[in-house]
């Protein structure tokens, strides 16, 4: 066997034995045996039993990746595109044969480790998630998909949502395939993401295009300094006139302080509602912020979870993932109470939604608190605008946000 054929046999092995017992069970020894080796020659090629197991996965996502623009083949337009590589996804949980599940339980082994996202490897990960970036963008650009949506942020609720999925049939046993959410989990995605029909849109009275001005006020307030702005950056970024700003405010420093007054007015009714409301949708707000606060109040909590637990498969056949379970017995109550006050789209599926509910959180908690190192006001205004995309997926008419 020659030093090439000798590194193939032992990543083929190594996919294989991972797969089937995960990194802390399988053994160097087992592998090495396995591929017709002795110990030594594997720690010729790879540092350890970590470094081994990024490597086969790393093997595995360059033929997902050649597989998935096989798949694109014949396929036009953002939308199709988008489906297809859900579809992908979801097929690879399913699909018994060859590599498919293969890579996606090698996948759930690498980011339960956080090494993983400072290794070499992680860059094979990148390009594949690239691709989904790609479609977002083209889809924004082709006025598909909405021209506000923060596309990295998206990325990390598709792939969180797909996630769940992956984690409720390959280690919760909750269901046996995938496949057959493929509709309703692209359903939930287009909600979010597509751009609204005429009837959903918001009308364009004096009230949405002062609301318009603000918002690019906003933004260029916060690059540039209140000083150092100006009235006809701020209409251009508002695509109005800058005569236009002069209807609905006095001058630019009227227009500054209309930011806090429409805010802090906001908040406060956001609050009280908070606290008396029995309509599903705050209820959903409110349990969104939950989730959130409950997690980063004990970071290290967060952290031994998001490392530790969540794509660990024997945490799903502790007595802590019924636990975890019943934790989450409020948001199905609370999609009851929406769709029987209508609205809520009555076709919802509740156990679909929680995945993309959850997954979106664990997706975006990696980026922030292991990949990344995001500010606190970044994390709170990408938090915000993921509550908005996640009520956004169940409301019979989105507008209503």
Known sequence: MNKNNKKEAILAVAQAIFTEKGLRDATITEIA??????????YHYFKNKEDLLYWAFAEQMKLALKELYFHFEGIMGPVSKLGKMVWFHLYMNDFNKGNARIRKNLLLECRSNKEFYNHECRKTLQKYTRVLVDILRLGIEE??????INVLL???LIFGFLDEESLACLSAGEISETLPDFEAVMNLILTMIEVRSEAEAPSSGKASKADLVRDAAKAVFAEKGFNKSTTLEIANRAGVAEGTIYEHFKNKQDLLFSIPREKFQV?????????????????????????FLIFLSDIRFLLVYLNDVKLNKQFYITEAYPQYLRYLDPLYEILEQGKQKGLFKQDLNNRIYRNLFVGAFTHMAIRWFIIGNLS?????????QACELLC???????QKI
Request: proline share 5%; aromatic share 8%; hydrophobic share 35%.
């Open 267 to 291: 908040y406060r009714h956001e609050m009280e509602e908070a606290y008396r409301s029995d309509d599903p949708l705050i209820q959903l707000r409110q349990i969104m912020r939950s989730h």
């Open 33 to 42: 045996k396995e591929a017709g080796v002795v110990d030594s020659i594997i």
């Open 376 to 384: 606190p006001l970044t994390v709170m205004e990408e938090f915000n």
């Open 143 to 148: 006025n598909y998909f909405r021209n506000d």
């Open 392 to 398: 956004r997926a169940v409301l019979i008419s989105p």
């Open 154 to 156: 998206v990325r990390d």
